[in-house]
């Protein structure tokens, strides 16, 4: 496998660096952080760096950009960890959206999206089965000319920032993806933050009504783009991840080499280089991983690609949080602290681990692919 960049994707990365110094750093990060809600003037930033139409399909207004120049921009974004909903919105939602273009609405909601003119989600978790992917109690039932939803979706990320929702639900039976808005009657949610200082919210659909052109898709149709979405979005989140990791191994040596105890730098101990090592060992590991994951997207069987999406994410996962605990532990009880950064990467690089299901759910989804 070729891991060199393209000219045109080491561009696109050298465009996406400066920026995220300039507008992603320590202080802004806090400063958004603080707002407690989306910043529509960064997510519009985003847009004019080409983030939110890189998926779009050209047809569309946006790039239709292949997966690896996905990982790349992705990567670029960890780096920053940039906590505006790129995954959920750009990735996820984009994605099942090109899945359903035979529907007037989805090209509608890509249009805007790659414009940087609206933000969405996905809303798939419910109470009950941890990490379900299988709506258990969100109904969507037929009345008159539309339809009334019913139910509660668990932890969608970024609901209270978003203009639309994609929500997984039962229709006679099948599985059923429905566009809802999230400024109709009958939405509610309790927005909170997360413990990398991103947002989640519980939403409640309490007999919100729906015309019939919301449903995007259902049956088989709804399951594949929605299984397509969430592999795309592990792994821009795998790449997001490493991406991380790259630049908290940085922040780390660099500490090292300033630091002195017994009147030298504390890079100079030869113990602490080899944790060093490993660190980056662990990440260049990952990295390859993700590689994995990006050239699986290709696959025309779903379950293959599923299969190999879901391993990549525990072995990202698991190094994820071995990086991020050797760089707090190599910056000693300062490194847990909000004065700096470090933690801040620590938190996020922990969290993936939860994010998108853990390595439990992982490990059984990948087992549950019978792949010859």
């Not at 949080?321 to 996020?348: C, I, N, W």
Request: hydrophobic residues 45%; proline residues 2%; contains cysteine.
């Amino acid at each position: 496998m070729d891991f060199a960049f393209s000219e045109e994707q080491r561009m696109l990365t050298d465009s996406l660096q400066r920026v995220m110094a300039e507008q992603w750093g320590y202080e802004q990060r806090r400063e958004r952080f603080a707002q407690g809600k989306l910043d529509r003037q960064a997510w519009r930033q985003l847009a004019e760096l080409g983030v939110t139409g890189l998926m779009v399909p050209q047809d569309f207004g946006g790039f239709g950009e292949s997966p690896a120049t996905m990982l790349v921009v992705h990567q670029t974004l960890g780096r920053g960890i940039v906590s505006e909903p790129v995954i959920p919105s750009a990735v996820m939602a984009v994605i099942m959206l090109g899945e359903c273009t035979e529907h007037e609405g989805a090209g509608q909601w890509l249009a805007a999206h790659a414009e940087g003119e609206s933000v969405l989600t996905v809303a798939w978790q419910e109470d009950g089965e941890r990490y379900s992917t299988q709506p258990l109690t969100t109904q969507l039932v037929s009345q008159g000319d539309g339809f009334i939803l019913k139910g509660r979706k668990r932890y969608v990320w970024h609901a209270a920032g978003s203009d639309m929702m994609i929500v997984t639900a039962r229709l006679d039976g099948e599985f059923a993806l429905v566009m809802v808005p999230a400024s109709l009657q009958g939405v509610s949610m309790q927005d909170f933050p997360t413990f990398d200082f991103s947002r989640c919210a519980d939403v409640v659909f309490d007999d919100v009504k729906l015309d019939a052109a919301a449903v995007l898709a259902k049956g088989h149709h709804a399951q594949a783009a929605f299984a397509k979405g969430f592999d795309y979005g592990l792994t821009a989140l795998c790449a997001h991840a490493c991406g991380a990791m790259q630049y908290i191994i940085e922040v780390t040596t660099n500490y090292l080499k300033t630091r002195k105890q017994f009147g030298q730098p504390l890079i100079n101990f030869q113990v602490l280089q080899h944790r060093l090592a490993e660190m980056l060992i662990q990440q260049e590991m990952a990295l390859s991983s993700a590689f994995v994951a990006a050239a699986a997207l290709a696959e025309k069987d779903d379950g293959l690609r599923a299969k190999r999406v879901s391993m990549v994410k525990t072995e990202v996962a698991n190094a994820a949080r071995k990086v991020g605990e050797e760089a707090v532990q190599l910056h000693g009880g300062m490194g847990v602290t909000d004065e700096l950064e470090v933690g801040d990467y620590f938190k996020r690089l922990v969290y993936v681990g939860n994010l998108l299901g853990d390595n439990n759910f992982h490990l059984a989804r990948a087992q549950s692919f019978a792949v010859a």
